[in-house]
T-cell receptor
Framework: GAVVSQHPSWVICKSGTSVKIECRSL??????MFWYRQFPKQSLMLMAT?????????EQGVEKDKFLINHASLTLSTLTVTSAHPEDSSFYIC?????????????FGPGTRLTVT | GDSVTQMEGPVTLSEEAFLTINCTYT??????LFWYVQYPGEGLQLLLK?????DKGSNKGFEATYRKETTSFHLEKGSVQVSDSAVYFC????????????FGEGTQLTVNP
C-alpha cells in the first residue's frame, strides 16, 4: 500500500516550452503532497507544499509563477514548469502524506527527470 | 531552524563488512527521525524510522537508534550486500513544521563483491 506514481518518468523539452508533471497517490488519499528538486549527487530540496483545494506554499527562493502547482483532488497534484530553461533541468520528486494521519511519514514517487535543451 | 548532518561520502565497503553512517540533527521540537534509501534512477524509499527518544528503527538488517542526548540517529548494518549499494538520506520531521522533511546531504554507499 501507499504507492505514489509520477508521470512522465522522464521528459525532454525545448527551452521556452512548458512541461507538466503529475503526481498520483494510487491507493490512498493525500491531503498534502510535496514537491522536491534534486540535483545530481545532492540532497532533496523542498520546493513547495501542496494542499488539496488550496494554494501551494512555496519555499523561499522558489518562483511561484515558474513552478505552478495544482492539487485539484485528493489523489493528484501537478507541477508545471513554465517557460523552461536549461537550468531547470533536474530530477523532480513528489511525495504524499496520508490524509487524516498524525504520522509525519511521507511516501515518495519514483521521480521525473527533466532535461531542457 | 532544523538541520541534519550526515557523514561525508562516498563510502565503499566489501561485501559482508559492517556499515555505519553517522547522522546528527538539530531541531526546535521533538522530531521524528527517518532513514531513506534511493537506488539509482529511482525515488526515495523509507528504510526505517523512530518517533521518540530511545526508539530503535529496523528494517532489512539495518538499524538506527534515536539518541536524544547526542542528537544522533546513526544507521548500522552488520553485513552489507552488493544490493545495498545506494544513496542513504537521514531526515527529520519536526512537530513545529508539520510533516515537512528536512534531509541530510545523503551518503553514497558502494558495496563491492
Amino acid at each position: 500500500g501507499a504507492v505514489v506514481s509520477q508521470h512522465p518518468s522522464w521528459v525532454i523539452c525545448k527551452s521556452g516550452t512548458s512541461v507538466k508533471i503529475e503526481c498520483r497517490s494510487l491507493d490512498f488519499q493525500a491531503t498534502t503532497m510535496f514537491w522536491y528538486r534534486q540535483f545530481p549527487k545532492q540532497s532533496l530540496m523542498l520546493m513547495a507544499t501542496s494542499n488539496e483545494g488550496s494554494k501551494a506554499t512555496y519555499e523561499q527562493g522558489v518562483e511561484k509563477d515558474k513552478f505552478l502547482i495544482n492539487h485539484a483532488s485528493l489523489t493528484l497534484s501537478t507541477l508545471t514548469v513554465t517557460s523552461a530553461h536549461p537550468e531547470d533541468s533536474s530530477f523532480y520528486i513528489c511525495s504524499a502524506r496520508l490524509s487524516g494521519r498524525t504520522s509525519y511519514e511521507q511516501y515518495f514517487g519514483p521521480g521525473t527527470r527533466l532535461t531542457v535543451t | 531552524g532544523d538541520s541534519v548532518t550526515q557523514m561525508e561520502g562516498p563510502v565503499t565497503l566489501s561485501e559482508e563488512a559492517f556499515l555505519t553512517i553517522n547522522c546528527t540533527y538539530t531541531a526546535t521540537g521533538y522530531p521524528s527521525l527517518f532513514w531513506y534509501v534511493q537506488y539509482p534512477g529511482e525515488g526515495l524509499q523509507l528504510l526505517l524510522k523512530a518517533t521518540k527518544a530511545d526508539d530503535k528503527g529496523s528494517n532489512k538488517g539495518f538499524e538506527a537508534t534515536y539518541r536524544k542526548e547526542t542528537t544522533s540517529f546513526h544507521l548500522e548494518k552488520g553485513s552489507v550486500q552488493v544490493s545495498d549499494s545506494a544513496v542513504y538520506f537521514c531526515a527529520l520531521s519536526d512537530q513545529t513544521s508539520g510533516s515537512r522533511l528536512t534531509f541530510g546531504e545523503g551518503t553514497q554507499l558502494t558495496v563491492n563483491p
